[in-house]
Antibody, heavy 123, light 111 residues
Framework: QVQLQESGPGLVKPSQTLSLTCTVS??????????WSWIRQHPGKGLEWIGY???????RYNPSLKSQLSISIDTSKNQFSLTLSSVTAADTAVYYC???????????????WGQGTTLTVSS | QSALTQPASVSGSPGQSITVSCTGT?????????VSWYQQHPGKAPKLMIY???NRPSGVSDRFSGSKSGNAASLTISGLQAEDEADYYC???????????FGTGTRVTVL
């Protein structure tokens, strides 16, 4: 059974660069049937799609975040990561990683989620 | 890409049926059968309840069902139970520059 676990610093200062990692267990990140995704939720708000990466390194990003966003994958560690530069208080949120069906069912649905990691941007 | 439109809240009494709507456009809901629904309890991660418009993952109660007509998708919860009280989000594949479009979210309250 595939499980995802996010890890991150918890607190970063404004203008710094944030890095979060999602570790995949119980399955291989090189499974071509899935996109590996990041989603965030601002306090008391709805869900926002950040972007995803495929095992071959191909990515899609939310255009509103594209200038400060990078998603990478490390197949040797079965991990994928999010890097967000020049963070502000508006980036304070719970960040989730999730598995998104790509070329097999559940197509374009997120069937496995991490528990989420809270990020606070504050000086 | 604009978010899919959901009602802010829906409520019902135990045992009743309720429906949550999700309205999009020809670029997302109307154009593809890739609508999914998620349940989120406070402080918890979202859980997939419906995928590809009307399919239930293994382990999800058959009280949950999904459908679509034109640019609107719907989630119906029958035999409403206290444990169904949560936030619900729809998501659709989109041919726009944002391939996953989220709904605005609906708070379901069991009276």
């Amino acid at each position: 059974q595939v499980q995802l676990q996010e890890s991150g610093p918890g607190l970063v200062k404004p203008s710094q660069t944030l890095s979060l990692t999602c570790t995949v267990s119980g399955g291989s990140i090189t499974n071509g049937g899935y996109f590996w995704s990041w989603i965030r939720q601002h306090p008391g708000k709805g869900l926002e799609w950040i972007g995803y990466i495929y095992f071959d390194g191909g990515t899609r990003y939310n255009p509103s975040l594209k200038s400060q966003l990078s998603i990478s994958i490390d197949t040797s560690k079965n991990q994928f990561s999010l890097t967000l530069s020049s963070v502000t208080a508006a980036d304070t949120a719970v960040y989730y990683c999730a598995r998104l069906g790509a070329y097999s069912s559940p197509k374009y649905a997120m069937d496995v989620w991490g528990q989420g990691t809270t990020l606070t941007v504050s000086s | 890409q604009s978010a899919l439109t959901q009602p802010a809240s829906v409520s019902g009494s135990p045992g009743q049926s309720i429906t949550v709507s999700c309205t999009g456009t020809s670029s997302d809901v109307a154009g593809y059968n890739y609508v999914s629904w998620y349940q989120q309890h406070p402080g918890k991660a979202p859980k997939l309840m419906i995928y590809e418009v009307s399919n239930r993952p293994s382990g999800v109660s058959d009280r949950f069902s999904g459908s679509k007509s034109g640019n609107a998708a719907s989630l119906t919860i029958s035999g409403l139970q206290a444990e169904d009280e949560a936030d619900y989000y729809c998501v659709s594949y989109s041919s726009s520059n944002t391939p996953s479009v989220f709904g605005t979210g609906t708070r379901v309250t069991v009276l």
